[in-house]
């Protein structure tokens, strides 16, 4: 049974950083593409970043560009989101997310990940 454990998330003034983890449990926790997504208050579910199953191919939202890194530690199961330069614009709930397919790269719409955390709450004050 895939499970995905988001930590990290708090409260940040403009400007500071948060690194989000991903604690992940089954077997297949390291062979597929893996990504962050948040959702606002009012808003949709949107892709942050994502990484591959091996960790050589990432991709990152025009929204996180310069500011945000996703890697993986696949020996601990574990993904992360390091977030830099912060804005109020991304409070959020981030939720974890892995696909349960063998893409080549890095999906990044909603569908095609079938595993979800809890996600975890950031909040950024101006």
């Known amino acids: 049974q895939v499970q995905l454990v988001e930590s990290g998330g708090g409260l940040v003034q403009a400007g500071g950083s948060l690194r989000l983890s991903c604690a992940t449990s089954?077997?297949?926790?390291?062979?597929?593409?893996m990504a962050w997504f948040r959702q606002a208050p009012g808003k949709e579910r949107e892709f942050v970043a994502g990484?591959?199953?091996?960790?050589?191919?990432?991709d990152c939202a025009d929204s996180g560009k310069g500011r945000f890194t996703i890697s993986r530690d696949n020996a601990k199961n574990t993904v992360f989101l390091q977030m830099n330069m912060l804005k109020p614009e991304d409070t959020a709930v981030y939720y974890c997310?892995?696909?349960?397919?063998?893409?080549?790269?890095?999906?990044?719409?909603?569908?095609?990940?079938?595993?979800w955390g809890q996600g975890t709450q950031v909040t950024v004050s101006s």
């Open positions: 997310a892995k696909s349960g397919g063998r893409w080549g790269g890095v999906p990044n719409f909603r569908n095609a990940y079938d595993y």
């Open positions: 089954g077997r297949t926790s390291s062979r597929s593409p």
């Open positions: 990484i591959s199953a091996s960790g050589d191919i990432t």
